[in-house]
Each structure stands twice: as C-alpha cells, then as structure tokens.
C-alpha cells in the first residue's frame, strides 16, 4: 500500500521508517532544499536547529526512559544519534552535521522510500502522516486550518553558539555537575559583584523585533512557551530566576577557589570536534549586538566569537485533545496522522517518539490490525494519553517527564527515594512495552 508522510523531520524519518519496515512503499515528501522554513538552513533530514543535545541518557530520567522505549521500536534518529554521539556527560548529544548527514543515509538506504522534493499545499487525502514541523508552510498551514480549525501558536528561541578557541579557560573550566560523566561542559563562575552587573545589563537589553513570519494576525502580546524561555524573558521575573535556573552553580567546584561560585553559565559541546560550543538554557530574542555586549560580560567570555547569535521563531500547534486520538489520527478522517511538534509533543526525543507511534498506527490499519495502543504506565504512551486527552481549552505542549506517568502504589523514603522511584517507575514501563511486543510478535 502506498503512502505519504510529509515532512522529513525527525518525526517524519521515524514514520517512514516505520511503514517502510511494514513493506509498504512510502513517498517522504520534503521541502528542502527548494525552500527552506525561517529556522532551517541544511539540506539533510532531521536537521536539530535549537540543541544539539537529545537529553538524559540514564533510563530512570523522563526523556532516557523515552529513548529505551523508542528503541525497542527500531528507532532510527537514535540509530543514527550513537553512531554520531559527542561527550556530553549523562546526556545523549550528537555532531548535528554528522547526525542529520547519518539520518538521511539510513532512510534513504530503504528501496521502497521514494524521496519527493517540493512543497506540499494541499491537503492530503488519506493514508498519509503529515510531520511538517512548528513552522509548517503556508500554505499547507492553510489547508490543515481550513481542515482542522482552532490553532494555537508561542514563541521557541535558540540559544547563542561560540567558538571553543575564543573562551578564556584560564577563567572557564571544565566539569560536568557533580562529576557525572567526563569534563564534558565548560562553566564560566561568577562572583556576586559579577552576576548583578550581568543580571541587570541582561533585563535592560534591548530585544529584536520579531520577523513577519512571528506575528501571527490575531496576536496581540507575546506568548511564551515555558519549555524554550528566552533568557531575559525569565531574568524578568527576578534577580533569583536565572540563578536558579541555566545559571544554577550546584555540582560544580572553581579550581580558582576550591568553592561552589555564586551563579555560572554552561557551555556544552556543538559538535564532534569541539570547536563549537552551545550557551546551554541561554535561547534568546536579544538583537545581535546586545547579545554580544551582554553576554561577553559573563566570566570568561570576554572575548567571544560568536559563531550563532540566537534567534526567535515562531512554532505552531494543533489544538490536539479535539483533534487527534492516542494513535495521533486524525479523529472522523480516512487515515491521515499527525506526528512530531505539530501535535503538541515538546522536544526533539518526543517528536521522533510521536513518528514511530504514527508510522506505526498507520501500518497497523493498513495490515489490518487494531493499532498498538501504549500504556499510560510507559512514557510513550502518557505522551499519546496527554495529546489525546488533555484539557483542550488550556492546551500546552508536553515534553517527557515523570510526573505524566501513573504514580507507584509503593512509597520510596530515605535520601535515595527518589532515584529509586524513578528506577522503578523506569523497570514498569519497559517492562510493559517488552511484553506488548512479546505478544504482538514485534
């Protein structure tokens, strides 16, 4: 049977793998590289364009539990992710390059994927998984409006990117928090006397004006999503708020001081060669030049060279609790799905998850067969329970954590409780998925 999955995003290579792997043959149509959205600028397919890192690797964390999950489904961006990893303590990060370069190979390494280059403005008619992103076209966006109604949108932000030789490591030093992995971020401490002169140099810069593709008709104020806060968006709620948040200095020790500094900013490598690094929790919407005045005030970054300044873009939702059910359908269509961030799941683990339980769904009924419906007891399946079912009048996008999932009927005390909680909150969800696909023979 043939198929359509629009979109080869991360979600999109996952659902084309997904149906591909079922024998159907499958058209994966792709705008780039004849037209590229605001915020993409390479060619290759899953392209990361905020982080290069794709979370916590550790099972009993929220998005490490995701990725255990993803891959006892055949996975292909975390195929592609450890074949491209980069040091980054306890998270899985990738040389985006390399990764994007690595996912299209895989994909396109299937004969029964045919890629089809160009803009898609129509709506399609069935048998099709549509994975176009937060900034999906215009007019593809106009056609699923028309189609589905109500529509939400916020703001996403990028964070600024640096080169390694321009850091000043007789200043900045290398360590993870509380040593958890290698030296794999760089942190720039600050004293007290150094953090107020930046907190208040960075509430009192002066912000880019949003492009036309930013300002949607009916906006009348900005609209933040909490997930992806711009920097100085959330300096503004307090001298505390970014000390914290990104600039949290527990886990890590100035060699200058033996001490614990007051505040610090982490940068985490960009790619394999470490010649980039990523301002981590940094996105922002400052002009450039403020960017570089104000963020050359922190310790060690004195003399900068910034290789990325940060942008702000809009991104785009459905309004999912009405529109889409648990097997991210299309609710009264002829099956047509939705995946990736287009649906209101939050980041890029969970879009690529939302990919493998559309492409999957959709070779389900195509072969004939009930789609697997997942557990709310396991994280894809509280993922596809939220989309489905959350308040549709309040509806937010969601990332993985723990506290979607259905709580544990034993009480974890003592000062690894909760470490414990997790682990066994982590060892229920496998298990489950485990003896789901024992069952269906997957």
């Known amino acids: 049977m043939r198929v359509k999955v629009i979109g080869a995003g991360l979600a999109g ?16 149509c792709e705008m780039k590289p004849l037209k590229f959205s605001p915020a993409h600028k390479y060619e290759g397919f899953a392209e990361l364009v905020c982080s290069n890192s794709l979370k916590a690797a550790r099972a009993e964390s929220a998005c490490g539990l995701l990725k255990e999950e993803m891959r006892r489904f055949g996975s292909v961006i975390l195929e592609a992710a450890e074949r491209t990893s980069v040091p980054a303590g306890g998270a899985l990060a990738v040389d985006r390059t390399a990764f994007s370069d690595e996912v299209t ?36 966006a106009d056609r ?25 490591f007789s200043i900045a030093f290398e360590q993870s928090r509380y040593d958890r992995g ?28 949003l492009h036309e593709f930013d300002r949607p008709a009916e906006a009348r104020g900005l609209k933040v999503y909490e997930g992806c806060m711009p920097v100085e968006v959330l300096a503004k709620r307090g001298i505390e708020s970014v000390r914290y948040g990104c600039m949290k200095p527990v886990g890590l020790t100035d060699p200058r001081t033996g001490a614990r500094p007051y505040a610090a900013v ?56 009405r529109l889409l059910d648990e097997h991210f359908m299309l609710k ?21 998850a939302s990919g493998i339980m559309a492409g999957r769904a959709l070779a389900d009924r195509l072969d004939g067969k009930q789609p697997l419906t997942l557990p709310r007891i396991t994280m894809m399946g509280a993922l596809a329970d939220y989309i489905a079912h959350a308040w549709e009048c309040n509806f937010q996008p969601m990332g993985s954590n723990m506290g979607i999932l259905p709580p ?35």
């Open 332 to 352: 009264g269509s002829d099956n047509i799905f939705f995946g990736g961030q287009i649906t209101g799941v939050e980041g890029y683990v969970e879009s690529a």
């Open 266 to 321: 982490q940068l985490r490598k960009e790619n394999a060669e470490g010649t980039l690094y990523n301002i981590v929790g940094f996105q922002t919407n400052l002009k450039f030049g403020e960017q570089k005045r104000v963020f050359s005030l922190i310790p060690g970054l004195e003399n900068a060279e910034f290789a990325r300044y940060g942008v702000m873009h809009r991104n785009t939702f459905l309004n999912s609790p």
């Open 182 to 209: 290698g030296a794999d971020y760089v942190n720039c401490p600050m004293s007290k006397d150094e953090y107020e002169i930046f907190y208040n140099a960075l509430i009192n810069a002066e912000t880019a004006p």
């Open 105 to 140: 190979r895989i994909v396109r390494s299937y004969p029964n994927i045919e890629i089809k280059y160009g803009e898609i403005t129509e709506f399609p008619d069935g048998n099709a998984v549509i994975c176009t992103g937060p900034l999906t076209s215009d007019g593809l």
């Open 144 to 168: 699923i409006r028309e189609k589905c109604g109500d529509y939400l949108s916020f703001y996403d932000a990028a964070a600024p990117i640096v080169t390694a030789e321009s850091i000043d």
């Open 408 to 442: 544990l009927s034993e009480e974890f005390r003592g000062k690894d409780g909760k470490q414990r909680k997790y682990a066994a909150l982590a060892q229920r969800a496998l298990n489950a998925v485990d003896s789901l696909l024992q069952e269906r023979g997957d």
């Open 13 to 28: 290579c996952e659902a084309a793998v997904q149906l591909a792997r079922r024998g159907h043959s499958v058209e994966l």
